[in-house]
């Protein structure tokens, strides 16, 4: 079942390091698989590799291996942007040492890693031919580096079975918090007994048989709370109120008929939108909420970045392509010009920007969405979320951040 777990959950561990210092060997360690091709010759891993597993208490996670940062040469440089896409999704990284410890590549790869702020340890490979130099230890202990020495070949007590053992409690004890601790969707706002009614509209992009994944992600947290979900359209809404013998304890609707279930809901219940909550289990909700206020200041012309996690076909009334970008020229009236980019990609220079506008990020986990506000921050660029745009343009904005006790004006 690991392989089920959904992108956006999974932890992301990239192995980084110079060439032939033996990622690939400690993938196929920590993996228990041959994965990726190991080999002497430097450079045998050229793009990225991933492997799905469960690191337990953690649960799913995505390993990558990864071409080493010191490759050379024009296709040497595309390996490297390749490896550079990963870091900017990665949740934990491991700097992988060979035999010649801590050189200077590796203590550059450290800092890249620390300004990206990506939480890293640092695995000493090869303990089967040296240990690693006194230095080094001094290094890693001055500047509160976790590492481990272990060797990815097979034989001896610190080879693939005791080394991958030794570098998964180093995983466990380097791991970012909230991959510890379970984060909350609504699990703050439900209790045992109470009654959940979730708003579910089905358009020409919703899924043929199924719930999309918030809607899912949403229910199955209700039912661990021990709360009661009831899900409905939008048009059986009025019915289903009628029907409860007391108010829910909390509305969710799918964004893009708030208008109608916040007209429909009595102010006095809590009401929120999937996307809002996304925004918080995801991102920087605070960071998120301040960004609609840019919508406010658009101009004619301004460029606004689409951001989508994830790569589909646009259907006739696609939300991030059609709906969003209409209702934005509808309530700034102003000329506005979009420019779309979907699964990974992201544009390197965002200061043509004046806003940017991202998908709940259901499929992308959250170390990418923080890193893309963040980008988004340094860079002068406000950022906020289509759930939240929505909600914005729709005047209701306030409402749907009230549940989380978050104000609208708020910076993140």
Known sequence: ????????????????????????????????????????????????????????????????????????????????????????????????????????????????????????????????????????????????????????????????????????????????????????????????????????????????????????????????????????????????LLAMRRDPALVVTDSQAILKVAGDVPDHIPLTTFSTLFARYKGDIAALAHGAHAIDTLRDHDRILMCEACSHHAVADDIGRVKIPRWLRQYTGKELEFSFYAGHDFPDNLEGYALAVHCGGCMTNRAEMLRRIRECTRRGVPITNYGIAISKVQGVLERVLRPLGIHPHERG
Request: glycine share 8%.
């Open 1 to 240: 079942m690991t392989g089920k777990a959904p992108r956006g959950v999974r932890m992301v561990i990239t192995l980084v390091g110079r060439r032939n210092a033996g990622k690939s060997s400690l993938i196929n360690a920590l993996t228990g698989q041959d994965i990726a091709i190991v080999s002497d010759h430097p450079g045998t891993t050229t793009d990225p590799v991933a492997k799905h597993y469960e690191l337990l208490p953690i649960g799913p996670v995505t390993f990558y291996d990864t071409a080493g940062l010191d490759d050379t040469g024009e296709l040497g440089a595309m390996r490297i942007h390749a490896t550079r896409k990963v870091l900017c999704r990665t949740d934990l990284a491991l700097l992988v040492a060979g035999e010649t410890g801590l050189g200077d590549a590796e203590r550059d790869i450290l800092k890249e890693l620390a300004a990206l702020d990506i939480p890293f340890a640092v695995v000493f490979n090869k303990a089967d031919m040296t240990s690693p130099r006194d230095e080094d230890i001094r290094f890693c202990a001055d500047s509160n580096i976790r590492y481990v020495s272990v060797s990815a070949r097979p034989g001896g007590q610190n080879g693939p079975a005791g080394g991958a053992d030794a570098v998964k409690q180093l995983l466990l004890a380097a791991a970012p918090p909230e991959y510890l601790e379970e984060p909350a969707l609504v699990a703050d706002m439900v209790q045992a007994g109470d009654s959940v009614l979730c708003v579910v509209p089905i358009d020409l992009a919703a899924p043929k048989g199924r719930l999309i994944l918030p809607q899912v992600q949403v229910l199955r947290e209700v039912l661990d709370c021990d709360a009661m979900a009831t899900v409905v359209k939008e048009r059986e809404l009025e019915e289903a």
